[in-house]
């Protein structure tokens, strides 16, 4: 299959990915979700997304849409609109499915996607994950991926901004 083809192919609406999630669960295989905004792709993003993936068979992400984005970490933000978002993680091998929420907390995709594995980084408290609580209740595991130390989009900025004004 062609490149951007095959990228394509991995960015999909709610109800492609609903008819994706049944055909992965027929196949037996076992799904991890996790979510952010990955507003700038860095090292700890890419290290993170691969950690993730060894968790399962599949590794679904959602997105934040842009005014999320803008809602959870400021008027500034995003950096990078929602669709280049979404594309670069779609190009990343080790992501099969990349979905956008508009909603402040990925529950109701979460309350959809139903993953085997939910995950998310080291900074949250595992008692505190968005979702988690109805994974655990049908026997799902949630998890936490300890972060690179050092790699953050908000570091990238302030070293940018800061580069800027000098």
């Known amino acids: 299959m062609e490149q951007l083809a095959r990228i394509k192919s991995k960015i999909m609406d709610w109800p492609s990915l609903e008819r994706q999630i049944h055909l992965w669960r027929a196949a037996g295989q076992k799904i991890v979700f996790t979510n952010g905004c990955f507003d700038i ?3 700890g993003h890419a290290d993170y997304l691969a950690k993730s993936a060894e968790l399962g068979d599949v590794l679904v992400v959602g997105l934040n849409a ?6 959870l970490k ?9 669709q280049s978002r979404t594309f670069l993680m779609a190009a ?9 929420f508009h909603e402040e907390t990925p529950e109701k995709l979460i309350k959809m996607v139903k993953p085997d594995v939910l995950v998310k980084g080291g900074d949250y408290p595992i008692d505190q994950i968005v979702g988690g609580a109805f994974v655990k209740s049908y026997g799902g595991t949630v998890t ?8 953050s989009t908000s570091a990238i900025e302030a070293k940018i901004k800061k580069d800027a004004s000098n």
Not at 66 to 71: E, G, N, Q
Request: hydrophobic share 40%; proline share 9%.
């Open 41 to 43: 792709l860095h090292l």
């Open 66 to 71: 842009d005014d999320s984005v803008s809602k």
């Open 74 to 82: 400021g008027p500034s933000r995003p950096i990078c609109d929602e």
């Open 92 to 100: 990343l091998t080790m992501v099969d499915a990349v979905v956008i």
């Open 144 to 151: 936490t991926i300890p972060l690179v130390e050092g790699y």
